[in-house]
């Protein structure tokens, strides 16, 4: 492999555009191709919106770069070590499979796949493979997510007693978002961070009892659950709630609020960010880590894959599994009735 790792990028929307940014910065990495449908993406002469201040700022020089209009030519003929899909969810498993099976490092954007099924099939072609594959579950990159586990692993402030995490936001711009068949609704593109997060640190929910609704998607945009573990937190009080239905120029917002027998931490993104502390009777402002969880989640990757570390199945097997837990949840909307996810 060359000193520098060589990035392909397919899919240059939101989050493309951010993880061409933080490729841009890194200095043990050249980006030598990109891949989009939209050749006014391809010349940079336009910039994705994103949910989050300092996402996609367009600042990678991609004058020298190799352009292709189909993703699958770039697998097929750049010379590339690691290609970073980031195209519509519909169309990660048989995007994700060329990668694996031409032999390069992959990067999938989240989720893995449109349903459970597509991803026990990426689990298996991954294991089956010496590629490195990982999944872009960003929260567990995110350094006020990762204090969090942190806390809750060591019992830091005594035993986790509850956690709500929450994530809003108005309905999302783009033909994409408009069709459920292509993202899943917003339980799935949106919600599934939460889901993720949540089995990462608790392990895998033994039942779910949610409420939503169907939104402009077409899917359910809107969802509240409520998480039941067994062994260590078969006591604790787990929910989530998620969606994108709030009213136009309502701002996107994502939180959480978890309670130890010993103190309490109150986390959120959205007009700034900020992780508060309620310990002995003082509230205390949390230092975090700069950075958000893209950044520190491909700085993880390009590491793994220049030490020639081999994929974290573990990880990959838990995002794989939030898609039982969402498809779970969904079965208790449309019926009203407690469900045990279908592991695989």
Sequence with gaps: MSK???????????MGQTHLDVYSQMPNVEVVAIADQDEARLLGLTQAQGNIQGQAQGQVDLSQVQRFTDGYQLIESADVDLIDVCVGTNLHLAMAKAVIVKGRHLMLEKPVARSHTQGLELLALAQASPSFVMLGMCLRYWPAWVYLKQAIDEQRFGALKSLFCERLSSFPDGDFYRSSQQCGGAILDLHIHDVDFISHCLG?????????????????????????????????????????????????????????????????????????????????????????????????????????????????????????????????????????????
Excluded: C
């Design 204 to 344: 895998r929910p033994s039942e779910v009892v949610s409420r939503g609704h169907i939104g402009r998607s077409g899917g359910l945009d809107h969802v509240h659950t409520q998480y039941t573990f067994a062994g260590e937190f078969k006591d604790a009080v787990v929910t989530a709630q998620g969606g994108w239905s709030m009213a136009q120029g309502y701002p996107f917002n994502m939180s959480y609020t978890a309670n130890f027998e010993q103190a309490t931490l109150g986390y959120e993104l959205g007009d700034g960010e900020h992780l508060i502390l309620y310990h002995g009777g003082v509230a205390q402002a949390v230092d975090l880590a700069a950075g958000m969880g893209y950044e520190h989640e491909i700085k993880h990757l390009v590491r793994a894959i220049l030490s020639s570390q081999s994929t974290d199945f573990d990880s990959l097997h838990s995002a794989v599994d939030a898609l039982a837990v969402v498809e779970a949840e969904a079965l208790s909307i449309a019926t009203g009735q407690l469900q045990q996810p279908l592991y695989g």
């Design 4 to 14: 520098k790792l060589k990035v392909g990028v397919i899919g240059l929307g939101m």
